[in-house]
């Protein structure tokens, strides 16, 4: 695998290739096909080509500068994937066959729902926008949420493949689980299946009607750094928490661990699930959030699924865009049909 340009600052100029270029000269018709990945997240959007078989070829990351907007944030995008493109044709050979790309919310043909904290991210015509730029036609490009499409991901090359059905939970900055029932990533009616931060703790919660994610504030990365900040009376975040000593702090670690494994036995009751897989930042304690969710699994339910570490632990948003792209190659043996929030 080559990185290319890793970690290029705002403002970076527009000095790729035109699309016609690097999606059509550069051998569309000739050679293997490729596909390309990209997940805008908040703080930054990562990029990455890759074989049908998930084979990452080359990978480029971008800062998001969220404070900019949106509009900057998808046009530096379009620029980078372009000159990836090209660099994969040249280096590698082939053509690039689609692109994927994910974000957070719920991801909707004109907008994006439960968008994140960058300006203008809700109005964005996603599929659209990408299409444009890159000068593709609507059925090369595929868009979701990120954690659906890093379900999909684990289910064609990862932990939860041949598993139905299956769980990937993300535990990190955010909470949610992805659900593969019947060979497909779960989406709901309004495309926020498996929104678990939002589950109610209590009779008293009244959640999303108030402003709030009462799991997610409990117990994900973000809660138990606002949490244990408190505690301590000085500012910590959760991997602090996670390595303290600290009798007291240590407490409330396992209470919120307790917690999401509580709601997680509960998923797990209602899907009679075979496998789970986590995910996300604070598997960085891996030990830790495995033993919690398995004890809890273990005499809560009735036919207790495995709980196992992802496949993708730092990448998984972006191996669920090169996901999204792979499925759109009707060759690739093994797919694994998705509503994984296409546009």
């Given at each position: ?335 694994v049909a998705s509503n994984a929030g296409r546009?």
């Amino acid at each position: 695998m080559t990185a290319l340009h890793r970690g290029r600052a705002p403002g970076t100029p527009d000095s790729a290739p035109a699309p016609e270029q690097v999606f059509a000269c550069s051998g569309a018709g000739a050679g293997e096909a490729f596909v390309c990945g990209i997940d805008f997240g908040g703080t930054k959007i990562a990029l990455a080509t890759a074989r049908p078989d998930g084979t990452v070829l080359a990978s480029d990351r971008l800062i998001t500068d969220a404070r900019e907007g949106a509009v900057q944030a998808v046009r530096r995008a379009v620029a980078a994937t372009r000159a990836l493109v090209a660099h994969t044709a040249a280096t590698a050979g082939g053509h690039c066959a689609a692109v994927g790309a994910v974000s957070p919310g719920i991801v909707l043909p004109d907008r994006i729902l439960l968008a994140p904290n960058v300006p203008g991210w809700q109005d964005l015509a996603l599929a659209a926008t990408l299409c444009e730029g890159l000068g593709l036609d609507p059925e090369r490009v595929a868009v979701g949420n990120d954690g659906k499409a890093a379900a999909l991901a684990e289910s064609r090359w990862g932990a939860l493949r041949g598993a139905d059905p299956a769980i990937l939970l993300t535990a990190g900055t955010g909470i949610a689980a992805a659900i593969v029932l019947g060979g497909r990533v779960l989406d709901g009616a309004h495309g926020a299946a498996g929104e678990i931060g939002y589950l109610l703790r209590g009779r008293a919660d009244t959640g999303f009607g108030a402003g709030r994610a009462p799991l997610e504030e409990y117990a994900s990365g973000i809660g138990l750094g606002t949490r244990g900040s408190e505690l301590l009376g000085r500012e910590v975040d959760a991997a602090a928490l996670f390595a303290d000593p600290d009798p007291r702090v240590r407490a409330l670690v396992d209470e919120a661990l307790d917690e999401l494994a509580v709601h997680v036995a509960n998923l797990a009751i209602t899907l009679d699930a075979e496998r789970i897989a986590v995910t996300g930042g604070l598997m960085r304690s891996a030990s830790r959030v495995l033993a919690a969710l398995r004890a809890r699994v273990r005499v809560g339910v009735p036919f207790p699924p495995t709980v196992v570490r992802a496949r993708f632990l730092q990448d998984a948003a972006l191996r669920g865009a090169l996901s999204l792209a792979a499925e759109l190659l009707p060759r690739f043996p093994g797919a694994v049909a998705s509503n994984a929030g296409r546009a």
